[in-house]
């Protein structure tokens, strides 16, 4: 909470020199969902941001409280919207990991399929979205918004034909998954993916030497590599800044030791740098699917008998934090089980929530114009936010 | 900006071709077939597990309502939008009322997933669009009239149970 | 009858004939942008969308005239006729067809020139009247933008001036009888790039449109204008982009010289100003927009030397030649 006093000041204006309090409000089309910044301008420069979050809660944790093991999981998608799978994957691994109830190999092959289409699909969104914010919508941003959403849309597809939603899938249950593979996906899902790895060439080409492209992400948004450790940012954020951190890697779960994949790391901590990371985790997400479709070994999709009532899985007392490598940043579960069908406590770590820390300290300094490249840079989804 | 003769003509060429590719992509694209689906003349081809609007089954032999009023579903759902009144008569027992706020539903399948008869079940369409609200407080009738009115999903309760495990005759 | 009353009745015309080509052409960039992005534009209103433009006025017509506050009543209400007023204005100086034109002033050039940079003015207006932070960010952001990419582009324009040795408007279609200027080697087709990218940025077309930003700005200095002072704010933007592709194939592109009788030059001059509008648009569903101080970088520092040389390079040729008629 800022301090109250200061923020009256702020609000009356002009605190010395013809400061201008400008609110890029939770109605904003830039906004990437409900979010409120309290910009103090000089001119065009920014030098002060108070960030207001809150407008999407929807109190998860305290449905965590209510709802089941069986039931919560298709609630879990909710909160990082744009990335499903792998906020369910979260909460059922930590649920598991207090049961100690395996998983089956093709459980954990079909998860990590799930998982890493999903970051294929969240990417697209991000590149649409962001070359939206930095293009407008009636310009070249809409028209890189439209095609990355004509790739997403293939990737919906595959989901749709998977579990029967496009968005929010309920496809992760405690002990495997929900669903297994209809007749003729997994060649589908090949040819989608060697279709969008010829559109992300398209894509590259569009904005990798485009001069107006690289003047407004380069050396804009600098997240220095000690900024990184200190404010706890994950995902593409640290990686962009020179730290090879990927939880895949520090703490592999769900079988993603077997996979061979690279973790892309950039130096420049700049929303060029992050860009690049992305577009690398495109085509490595790519690559595990090929390696998990061929080797996606038979046998049954669930440790556990299917759901039949809804007190049916109870996990023994314990607690832990389970996390996932989401498409955002680490996305964790602290989960404290008390042996009954119900968790006692459930806690979200969202990558998003923490991420969002990181803008008072980098966008001061930057002109307005800034403040939506970095924003879109961090990729934010108010789901994981607010919770 | 460029600070010598030389790296001002190369810089400028580099624009130049960097801004030749983008604008090449966008020909391309402007040579490509649109991806438009004219709805609602022609309808998307909906997959065979596709999740839409809920709706009860009748027996496909006696003719019977499939629901027994066993309340799971009720019991299952997140947001709690169904509500059962079980009626009980000799052989079997049945559901007096059935109701289901369609607008609150998540459309998560778990209530179809539970279901011991195959009784609820969701159909391959969502064209139920309504400028009443009340119209979408699905009442056991109305349930019923779209169970036979619709495509059903290829998911019912017990292929979905015998996906997560599989019979006890084939245990891997 | 009176020259006075043809004048009038000729100006109501082609007021009329302005209005309905640039309801029109929003149409056809939506379309064309449509294809870009792999989907149909307007489909439904009309065959193909073809009622579309009107079923948009209409609408606009009928929306409720909401006036903030603490407006600026007088600033507020002007603004959208001051915006428009220059941006109409400068039809009449076009030769559309040897003798068809509304004002074929011997100094139709600078007129058109001086008349089109009068625009920022209702710009102004409008941003200052709204009282509104975005609307005031935009309205500044344009007066910097717009001020500065008028030099370059009125050098870029000055180029056929000088190849020609005429302002007249009319003079210059005719002095390119011999071969439209935009083939003249090296100076041309610089020229007309230049003459492109200047359009580019007084006409606040992406990548130059910071002023109406919609992902920041939201609609920049129009952002609180609603129904019928939305729609004319919006007809004088696309009149004033219509105007200078007018201006650009006139000036580069020969203007009414085409094969056929004389009459079908309006057809070919039409044809080439939609050419470069719908070049302009390709170029504007392409780029993701640069910040404002990189805007003005490239104006100052880039665009206005080259056009400068530019014309300098023109004159030192028209001069060698031997001279061109007189000015």
């Known amino acids: ?387 | 900006m460029p600070r010598n003769r030389a790296s001002f003509w190369s810089e400028l060429a580099q624009l130049t071709t960097a801004v030749g590719k983008t604008m090449g992509v966008t020909l391309r694209n402007f040579l490509r077939r649109p991806v438009t689906i004219h709805y609602p003349d022609v309808k998307r081809a909906y997959p065979e597990r596709f999740r839409g609007v809920l709706a009860l089954t009748y027996d496909r032999e006696t003719g019977e309502e499939n629901c027994i009023g066993c309340r799971l579903c009720e019991y299952i759902c997140p947001p709690q939008v169904i509500a059962v009144e079980m009626l009980k008569a000799e052989k079997r027992n049945y559901a007096k009322t059935f109701t289901l706020e369609l607008y609150a539903c998540e459309y998560c399948e778990l209530c179809v997933q539970v279901c011991p008869t195959d009784a609820i079940i969701m159909l391959r369409t969502v064209d139920l669009a309504t400028a009443d609200r009340r119209e979408l407080l699905l009442d056991k009738d109305r349930l019923h009239e779209l169970g036979l009115a619709d495509e059903p999903s290829w998911a019912t309760g017990t292929r979905l149970r015998d996906m997560q495990a599989p019979p006890r005759a084939v245990k891997a | 009858m009176a020259p006075a009353v043809r004048d009038l009745i000729a100006a109501f015309v082609l007021l009329n004939g302005v209005i309905g080509v640039v309801t029109y052409v929003t149409l056809l960039e939506r379309k064309f942008t449509a294809r870009m992005q792999s989907r149909i534009g307007p489909y439904r209103v009309g065959p193909h969308g073809l009622l579309q433009p009107i079923a948009d006025a209409l609408k606009l017509m009928m929306k409720e005239d909401v006036v903030p506050a603490m407006s600026d009543r007088w600033v507020y209400n002007l603004a959208p006729l001051a915006f428009l007023l220059p941006c109409v204005l400068v039809f009449g100086t076009i030769p559309f067809a040897p003798g068809l034109g509304l004002a074929d002033l011997n100094i139709g050039l600078l007129f058109f020139l001086a008349v089109s940079a009068l625009e920022i003015v209702g710009l102004f207006m409008g941003g200052w009247g709204s009282n509104n932070k975005y609307a005031l960010l935009s309205a500044m952001r344009a007066v910097n933008q717009i001020i500065s990419y008028d030099l370059p582009f009125i050098f870029a324009a000055l180029i056929p001036v000088v190849l020609s040795g005429t302002l007249r408007l009319g003079g210059i279609v005719e002095a390119q009888q011999g071969g439209w200027y935009v083939a003249y080697p090296v100076i041309g087709q610089l020229g007309f790039l230049a003459y492109l990218v200047a359009m580019l940025a007084a006409e606040n077309r992406v990548p130059f449109d910071i002023l109406e930003a919609e992902s920041e700005l939201v609609a920049g200095f129009r952002v609180e204008y609603s129904g019928m002072k939305f729609a004319l704010i919006q007809l004088a933007e696309y009149a004033h982009v219509i105007a200078t592709s007018y201006l650009g194939a006139l000036l580069f592109l020969g203007g009414w010289l085409g094969p056929g009788p004389g009459w079908l030059g309006a057809v070919w001059f039409t044809l080439k100003a939609l050419a470069v509008f719908l070049l302009v648009t390709w170029v504007r569903w392409s780029f993701v927009r640069i910040r404002v101080d990189q805007i003005l970088a490239i104006s100052w520092k880039l665009l206005l030397p080259v056009t400068l040389m530019l014309l300098l390079a023109a004159a030192f040729v028209v001069a060698y030649q031997g001279g061109g008629g007189a000015a």
């Open chain 1, 1 to 387: 909470m800022p301090d109250l006093e200061a923020r009256k000041v702020i609000e009356l204006g002009y605190a010395g020199n013809e400061r201008l309090v400008m609110n890029m409000g939770p109605q904003h089309p830039s906004a990437h969902g409900v979010f409120r910044a309290i910009l103090t301008l000089e001119g065009e420069t920014v030098v002060g941001v108070d960030a207001v979050i809150g407008y999407l809660h929807r109190c998860h944790e305290k449905l965590g409280e209510t709802l089941t093991y069986v039931q919560y999981p298709s609630i879990a998608s909710k909160t990082d919207y744009v990335a499903a799978m792998t906020s369910e994957l979260a909460y059922v691994l930590a649920a598991e990991k207090i049961g100690q109830i395996e998983v089956p190999k093709r459980a954990q092959y079909l998860r990590v399929i799930a998982a890493e289409l999903q970051r294929i699909a969240s990417h697209c969104l991000w590149l649409g979205t962001w070359c939206m914010d930095m293009g407008g919508a009636l310009g070249g941003g809409a028209t890189l918004f439209l095609y990355c959403f004509r790739e997403r849309e293939t990737l919906l597809d595959l989901f749709e034909a998977l579990t029967g939603a496009r968005l929010l899938y309920g496809f992760h249950q405690v002990g495997g998954t929900r669903y297994d593979l209809p007749a003729g996906w997994a060649e589908r899902c090949r040819s989608t993916v060697d279709l969008i790895e010829k559109r992300i060439d398209e894509y590259e080409a569009m904005l990798e030497g485009n001069a107006f492209f690289l003047a407004r992400t380069r050396e804009v948004g600098v997240i220095s590599r000690e900024l990184a450790q200190e404010v706890g940012v994950s995902g593409p954020l640290i990686r962009g800044s020179g730290i090879a951190y990927d939880i895949r890697r520090v703490e592999p779960y769900s079988s993603y030791e077997a996979f061979d994949f690279k973790v892309p790391v950039e130096t420049g901590g700049d929303c060029w740098a992050r860009y690049r990371v992305r577009m690398v985790e495109f085509r490595e997400s790519i690559g595990i699917v090929r390696q998990a479709l061929e080797g996606l070994p038979p046998g049954p999709i669930s440790s556990r008998p299917g759901v039949k009532s809804v007190g049916q899985v109870r996990i023994g007392k314990g607690e832990t934090y389970a996390r996932v490598e989401g498409p955002r940043g680490e996305v964790g579960c602290y989960l404290v089980a008390d042996g009954s069908a119900k968790p006692y406590r459930m806690k979200w770590r969202g990558a998003s929530f923490s991420n969002l820390a990181v803008l008072p300290h980098i966008v001061p300094g930057h002109k307005v114009a800034d403040v939506v490249a970095i924003m879109g840079s961090v990729d934010p989804v108010f789901g994981e936010v607010d919770r």
